[in-house]
């Protein structure tokens, strides 16, 4: 059973881009969530998806976006980008409710803008 | 809001001693409770969960942790440390009252002498 696929792995920007990162959940996962992790402020919450649909969202501007699509596969977008934008990017897939039954993680991906 | 505190940014132990890490979280119902370790360069992996039910839960790699209501803990223990178990453990907490989202916390960074 093949586990939580995200693309790129490493990717290096220039401030003002954008950038599109995407996250392949296990296959019958339909819950899918987004995370930044950095050294300074730990892993936090960017969104959640359920069957397309955005169940609840983090404390970010509106230069993060997300969405997802039939198959369950999740795309995030970030424009507009900034230095403190770098980061591993944390892509999580649940059956039902992660909330209840946790998550299985992605490796991430690595971004860094200069 | 819930919130989790993982007390302790490092912690090393010796080879075949015991690793304890501590958890303590905040919730004003009652929180499902996860560990998840992070070994470099990688995402995350579930370790253990409490949902409902008996409050000493076993986990993978030999593992366990208990959920003590009256002290809001939920600290994880493995008997004796092996040096594969050096990497970074997070405790994390979801409720009802937070949405779909799931909190981390800061992470805890075990180093398991030789």
């Known amino acids: 059973k093949a586990g939580v696929t995200q693309t790129p792995r490493y990717l290096i920007k220039t401030r003002g881009q954008q950038v599109t990162l995407s996250c392949s959940p296990i296959?019958?996962?339909?819950?899918v969530s987004w995370y930044q992790q950095t050294p300074g402020q730990g892993l936090q919450f960017l969104f959640e998806y359920f069957s397309e649909t955005q169940r609840n969202k983090g404390n970010f501007p509106g230069r993060f976006s997300g969405r997802q699509f039939s198959n369950s596969r999740s795309e995030m977008n970030v424009s507009t980008l900034e230095l403190g934008d770098s980061a591993l990017y944390l892509c999580?897939?649940?059956?039902?409710?992660?909330?209840?039954?946790?998550?299985?993680f992605g490796s991430g991906t690595r971004l860094t803008v200069v | 809001a819930q919130s989790v505190t993982q007390l302790g940014s490092h912690v090393s132990v010796s080879e075949g001693a015991l690793v304890l890490l501590r958890c303590n979280y905040s919730?004003?119902?009652?929180?499902?409770l996860f560990w998840y370790v992070q070994y470099p360069n990688q995402g995350l992996q579930l370790l253990l969960k409490y949902t409902t039910g008996a409050t000493l839960v076993k986990g993978i790699n030999g593992f366990e942790a208990e959920f003590k209501k009256s002290e809001t803990s939920f600290h994880l223990t493995k008997p004796s440390a092996h040096m594969s178990d050096a990497a970074e453990y997070f405790c994390a907490v979801s409720a009802g009252t937070g949405g779909f989202k799931t909190i981390f916390g800061a992470g805890t960074r075990l180093f398991v002498k030789a």
């Open positions: 296959s019958g996962h339909r819950s």
């Open positions: 919730s004003s119902v009652p929180p499902y």
């Open positions: 999580a897939s649940s059956h039902g409710q992660g909330r209840q039954s946790g998550y299985t």
